[in-house]
C-alpha cells in the first residue's frame, strides 16, 4: 500500500531529518520505501534517502508492504506532513 503526500519539513530530508525518518521507519517490521519522481529508494537507508535529495513543498509517496504497513505510512506520513 502507499501514499503521497507534500513534504513539510523545513528544509526537506537532509541530514537530521532523513536519520530521524530513517529512526522512525526501522521501528516498523515493513518494508518501507519512499517514491520520489518515480525513483524508489528503502526508507530505512539514510544515504540512499539523502540521495534523493527531498526538499519542502516537494510531493513524495511513502510504500509500505508486511504486517504493520498502514501504521508505517501513517507514521512516516505524519513525520512528513
Do not use: C, W
Amino acid at each position: 500500500m502507499e501514499r503521497s503526500t507534500i513534504v513539510r519539513v523545513h528544509e526537506g530530508l537532509h541530514a537530521r531529518p532523513a536519520t530521524r525518518f530513517v529512526r522512525l521507519a526501522k521501528g516498523f517490521e515493513s518494508d518501507v520505501e519512499l517514491v520520489k519522481d518515480g525513483k524508489a529508494v528503502s526508507a530505512k537507508s539514510s544515504v540512499k534517502l539523502m540521495l534523493l535529495a527531498v526538499k519542502e513543498n516537494q510531493e513524495v509517496t511513502v510504500r509500505a508492504n508486511g504486517a504493520d504497513a498502514i501504521e508505517a505510512i501513517e507514521a512516516l506520513i505524519g513525520y512528513l506532513e
